[in-house]
């Protein structure tokens, strides 16, 4: 079993910055590629950014330049660095990982971005 835990989530005005962790635990000895989604109210969940165990990145174009995805595997970490942040990236975001066939999800974590 693998288990994901996000954090970092908050309430933060427009123009301002959050860092998400994703931290995973249980039967895995090293993250391969990891992924943070978003789920606004009312609109289906859909991919911020993804990160390969290459390192390679690739984000949505609604958050290019803005957002950046990291990975600290001694801590099997990944973190989500947002800055700039607006009103439309207000959701509740997962990470998301495939090990040995199977997806794994965190719980969530809501960012609220309002003035």
């Known amino acids: 079993q693998v288990q994901l835990v996000e954090s970092g989530g908050g309430l933060v005005q427009p123009g301002g910055s959050l860092r998400l962790s994703c931290t995973a635990s249980?039967?895995?000895?090293?993250?391969?590629?990891m992924a943070w989604f978003r789920q606004a109210p009312g609109n289906q969940r859909e991919l911020v950014a993804t990160?390969?165990?290459?390192?390679?990145?690739d984000y949505a174009d609604s958050v290019k330049g803005r957002f950046t995805i990291s990975r600290d595997n001694a801590k099997k970490t990944v973190y989500l660095q947002m800055n700039s942040l607006k009103l439309e990236d207000t959701a509740v975001y997962y990470c998301?990982?495939?090990?040995?066939?199977?997806?794994?999800w965190g719980q969530g974590t809501q960012v609220t971005v309002s003035s």
């Open positions: 998301q990982t495939n090990y040995r066939f199977v997806d794994y």
């Open positions: 990160l390969t165990s290459g390192g390679s990145t």
């Open positions: 249980g039967t895995i000895f090293t993250i391969g590629a």
